[in-house]
C-alpha cells in the first residue's frame, strides 16, 4: 500500500512517521484510538483520483482529513486508513465578481476566505470558533453551523457548486455555481454533510455577500432558562440578530478563569444571552432590553461600546470549548424547532438532575437557532474511559427526549464514531436503509470514512 502510494505522490508525500500519524490520525476529539497506516498529502484532483483508484483495487479504506477541529470523530483513523490530508490544496482558484462566487481548493482555511471575501468589499457569513484552522472541505463534509445560522443558516446555504471526487474515483461537478439547475437530483447536496463517506469534496463555488452593517454586541444576565424565548422573540421583534447565543454560569467561570477575562457583568447570573445585532438598530434593541428588565427576564446587561469591546464579549462566548477541553467534556450537539427550546430544555434540565446527579454539566450554545450544547466533564477521579461508557449508556435517555420532539442528535458537529450508533434516535430505519443504498451507489467498495455516520455494517476491507 505505502509503496504503491509513493508510486503515485512520490516518496515525500506519503509519511508513517510516528508523530505524522498522530497528529493527522485525530481531530479535536480525544478518546478514540488514533492508529492511521499512513498520510498523504495530493496536490491535484487527478491526484486525488488516482489515490482513491489504488485503495479500491487494493482494498484500503480513506479517511478525508481537513483541519481536524471536528467533535464527533469524524477524521479520526483508528483502523489503519489512510489519512487523506487537503493541506497541500489550499489555493483560492478564481473569483466571479458578477456571480459573487469563490471557487477554492477543498484545504483553504475558513479563515482566509473571510478575509478573500472582505478584499472583494463582500462577505462569507459562515463563522466559528474555529475558523482559523477549519477547512472548507471540512466544513462541507460536515455542513459546519456556527455563530451566525440564525441569520444566514449554515454551509449549505453559501455552496454554489462542488467538485468530489466520488468513492470509485469519478470526478463529478456539481451544480456549477448555477442559480437556477431544475435537471433532477441536485447530487451537491448528497455530499454536503455526508462526512467523507460518499467520497471527496476537492473544490467549492461559496457564494459571498453584502457586508452587513457594523453590529453592536449585547450580554445579558438571566435567571431561568425558561424566560430566554421570550427574550429572543421581543429583541427580535425591533431588531435584525445576526446572532443569538446563550451560556451558563459555569461556562463563564470557566472561559474567565481559562483567558484571563473580565466577567461580562457586575453580578453574576445562571445564564446568560449574549445577542449581535446591526448597529442601526441601537434604539431598538435598547427599548427590548427595558422592556425585558421590566418582566423580568433579565437582570442586568451590558452593550458594546467599541469593536474592541465587542470582541471581549465575543470571546467569553468563544473560548468556552477551550477552557473545559481539559475536563475531557463528553459532548451532546443537539437541536429541535426554536419553539421547542424552553419545553425541550426544561425536559432536559429534570433529566439531567436524575441522570447526571453527581456530574457538572456546561450548557451554552446557539440558542436562537434551536442548538444547544450539553457539556458533561469529567469528574477528575473517573478515567476518560469509564466517563465515556457512563455517559454512552444514559445518553439514549437524552436522546428520546430529542426523539420524541422531532429533533437532532448532532445540530452541527456531525455524526463520526461518536453520535453513529445512535443515529436512529433522528433517522428513522428507512432513511438509514436509503442513506445506505446512497453509499453503496457512490462507494460500492466502502473505501470511503468506513465505520463513520452509518451503521458499521462490516462492509470495509481494512481491519
Ligand atoms: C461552539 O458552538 C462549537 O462553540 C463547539 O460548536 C461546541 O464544544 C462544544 O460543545
Ligand atoms: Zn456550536
Known amino acids: 500500500m505505502i509503496e504503491r502510494l509513493k508510486e503515485v505522490l512520490g516518496p515525500r508525500r506519503v509519511t508513517t512517521a510516528r508523530d505524522d500519524l498522530d497528529n ?150 456539481l451544480n456549477r455555481a448555477l442559480v437556477k439547475n431544475a435537471t433532477g437530483y441536485d447530487l451537491r447536496h448528497l455530499f454536503i454533510g455526508s462526512e467523507g463517506t460518499l467520497g471527496f469534496v476537492v473544490e467549492a463555488e461559496l457564494r459571498l455577500t453584502e457586508r452587513p452593517a457594523p453590529s453592536r454586541v449585547m450580554v445579558l444576565g438571566l435567571d431561568r432558562m425558561k424566560d430566554i424565548l421570550s427574550v429572543l422573540t421581543r429583541f427580535q421583534a425591533g431588531a435584525t440578530l445576526s446572532a443569538f447565543e446563550f451560556f451558563s454560569e459555569l461556562a463563564v467561570e470557566r472561559v474567565t478563569r481559562h483567558r484571563s477575562l473580565a466577567r461580562p457583568l457586575g453580578s453574576s447570573s445562571a445564564f446568560y444571552a449574549l445577542l449581535e445585532f446591526d448597529g442601526d438598530d441601537e434604539s431598538a434593541a435598547l427599548a427590548a432590553f427595558e422592556d425585558a428588565l421590566a418582566a423580568g427576564w433579565v437582570s442586568d446587561g451590558v452593550m458594546s461600546q467599541s469593536d474592541a469591546q465587542a470582541r471581549a464579549l465575543w470571546a467569553l462566548r468563544e473560548g468556552i470549548t477551550e477552557s473545559i477541553a481539559p475536563e475531557t467534556p463528553y459532548k451532546n450537539d443537539l437541536a429541535v424547532r426554536i419553539a421547542d427550546v424552553p419545553g425541550f430544555l426544561d425536559d432536559v434540565d429534570q433529566a439531567v438532575g436524575r441522570l447526571y446527579p453527581d456530574l457538572e454539566i456546561c450548557w451554552f450554545g446557539h440558542i436562537g437557532d434551536g442548538n444547544v450544547h450539553l457539556n458533561i466533564l469529567k469528574p477528575p477521579g473517573l478515567t476518560a474511559g469509564d466517563f465515556y461508557a457512563r455517559c454512552d449508556a444514559i445518553s439514549p435517555e437524552l436522546f428520546k427526549l430529542v426523539s420524541s420532539r422531532g429533533g437532532s442528535i448532532s445540530a452541527e458537529h456531525g455524526v463520526g464514531l461518536l453520535k453513529r450508533d445512535f443515529l436512529k434516535f433522528s433517522r428513522s430505519a428507512a432513511e438509514i436503509e436509503i442513506m445506505c443504498a446512497v453509499k453503496d451507489a457512490l462507494d460500492p467498495n466502502g473505501v470511503m470514512n468506513p465505520g463513520k455516520l452509518l451503521p458499521d455494517r462490516g462492509r470495509e476491507r481494512v481491519q
Request: charged share 15%; hydrophobic share 45%; proline share 3%.
Open 24 to 173: 493527522w490520525g485525530r481531530d479535536w476529539t480525544r478518546t478514540f484510538v488514533v492508529a492511521p497506516g499512513a498520510v498523504v498529502f495530493p496536490e491535484t484532483v487527478p491526484e486525488v483520483v488516482a489515490i482513491t483508484r489504488l485503495a479500491n483495487e487494493e482494498g484500503f479504506a480513506l479517511v478525508p482529513s481537513g483541519g481536524r477541529t471536528g467533535l464527533s470523530g469524524g477524521a479520526v483513523a483508528s483502523r489503519g486508513e489512510v489519512v487523506v490530508s487537503f493541506d497541500r490544496m489550499n489555493r483560492i482558484l478564481d473569483f466571479n465578481a458578477a456571480d459573487r462566487v469563490v471557487r477554492c481548493q477543498a484545504g483553504v482555511v475558513t479563515a482566509a476566505v473571510h478575509a478573500f471575501a472582505q478584499d472583494k468589499g463582500l462577505y462569507y457569513p459562515v463563522d466559528f470558533s474555529s475558523s482559523g484552522s477549519s477547512q472548507i472541505g471540512g466544513n462541507v463534509a460536515t455542513n459546519a453551523g456556527g455563530i451566525n445560522v440564525i441569520r444566514y443558516g449554515m454551509t449549505r446555504d453559501w455552496v454554489a457548486g462542488l467538485t468530489v471526487v466520488t468513492g470509485t474515483g469519478e470526478v463529478l461537478e
